[in-house]
């Protein structure tokens, strides 16, 4: 059973991992090499709890057990005596490699290292390891406390003695895992890849606004947030750096292409709601209001409906893409797209809703208009159709 859990990190998903295995009863030590940024996690985490206390969810006792579980250190060798580490720190491959050969000179044989990263190799990040059968990535979703997801993701290297205790940890800790093969993006960072893509691309075409597109997504499609508004919470350089890695990963696969429009508004500093400017405005006690609108150069102006459809059926050809290349199992994919990024049904069941045939009329539609490999169908939706197939029965 872990109790001593090492957070390298202590930035916001660190600072939130640390909080969870904390609340789950575990000896937690965040390590950063900045004083500041330990002092912040500290000062935060003492708001949160406030709030907690404030709000019924804990009682004073509940909250000092929490922050008395949880130590600060600035160094590397603190963390030796810990059963599980997980790397929280900038999605820089050499970096992480870097750390996690230093910190396997310290810890024990018998200790679990673990990558956080969202779209990073976790063969690569074990192969900095003298033994990488320990080493599997942990990903979990912002705010870590809140979200119910973890993506885990075994590598080539890991033994399932790793695999098996990684999963029944992060259960125990409260969190619904998914296991997902080490491909870029892993699910959910590879799924939700059209969620923008898509909304990126049909403003270029002119076809409808960033107001317009999150109307939809919002009104028809049931979204909490639309994609232009969720890039924004995000922030522009995070989530086109995300697309960018995916995409190359991918050998520059079409259907991951980044758009210029969020490369040129990260290069402007319109990073969404941290800056103040996205694309929305933000005021100073964050109330969103429209900033700019589609010039738009389409002849046909489409529905709402329209919009929601397009943007739905490639989620829906990318999650059985996922599913056709084995990435995760279907409960899996659906599993990741709602309590990951809280998707307001799972793409696969929505598929089996809309009905097979759907799917792959409204993908061949788009192919037959663009003739790029973009909007190619994927394999197992065609079979599925041939077959008269369903996801779920």
């Known amino acids: 059973m872990i109790k001593k859990v090492g957070i390298i990190g202590a930035g916001t998903m660190g600072a939130g991992i640390a909080q969870v295995a ?6 937690v030590k965040i390590y950063d090499t900045k004083t500041a940024a330990l002092e912040k996690a500290k000062s935060d985490l003492e708001k949160i709890m406030h709030r907690l206390v404030e709000k019924g969810k804990i009682d004073s006792e509940e909250k000092q057990r929490i922050q008395t579980n949880i130590k600060y250190v600035n160094s590397l060798k603190e963390l030796k005596d810990s059963d599980l580490t997980i790397e929280a720190i900038v999605e820089n491959l050499d970096i992480k ?3 996690f050969s230093t910190l396997e000179k310290f810890v024990s044989d018998d200790c679990i290292i673990a990558s956080n990263t969202s779209s990073l190799s976790i063969a690569s990040i074990a192969s900095s390891l003298q033994k990488p059968e320990r080493c599997i990535g942990i990903h979990f979703f912002n705010p870590a406390p809140l979200m119910k997801l973890v993506e885990v993701i075994p590598s080539i290297q890991t033994s399932e003695e790793t695999l098996n205790f990684s999963v029944e940890t992060i259960k125990d800790w409260g969190k619904t895992v998914a296991v997902a093969k080490d491909t870029p993006g892993f699910i959910v960072n590879r799924v939700a890849r059209p969620f923008y893509g898509e909304a990126l691309r049909i403003y270029e075409e002119g076809i409808a606004s960033f107001s317009e597109i999150d109307k939809a997504m919002k009104e028809i499609g049931g979204f909490r947030m639309g994609p232009f508004e969720l890039m924004d919470f995000i922030g522009n350089d995070v989530n086109y750096t995300v697309t960018e890695t995916v995409f190359e990963a991918f050998y520059f696969d079409p ?3 980044p758009s210029f429009t969020q490369k040129r508004f990260a290069e402007a500093g319109y990073l969404g709601r941290k800056s103040g400017k996205g694309y929305y405005d933000y005021s100073e006690n964050g109330q969103m209001s429209v900033r700019l609108q589609s010039s738009l150069n389409s ?3 489409i529905s709402n409906d329209m919009i929601f459809e397009r943007i739905l059926i490639m989620l829906i ?9 084995n990435i ?4 899996d994919i659906d599993n990741a797209m709602t309590k990951g990024v809280n998707y307001p049904k799972g793409l ?3 598929a089996d809703e809309k009905g097979i045939d759907w799917c792959v009329k409204k993908m061949d539609e788009l192919y037959n208009e663009y003739h790029e490999d973009r909007y190619r ?3 197992l939706l065609r079979k599925m159709k041939n077959s008269g197939s369903r996801f779920f029965d």
């Open 377 to 379: 169908c994927s394999p």
């Open 348 to 350: 696969l069941g929505w």
């Open 97 to 99: 490699k870097n750390v």
């Open 299 to 301: 002849e046909e102006k």
């Open 317 to 325: 050809n990318e999650a059985a893409d996922a599913l056709f290349w």
């Open 255 to 257: 259907r991951y292409k």
């Open 328 to 331: 995760a199992s279907s409960e």
């Open 22 to 27: 904390a609340t789950a009863g575990c000896v």
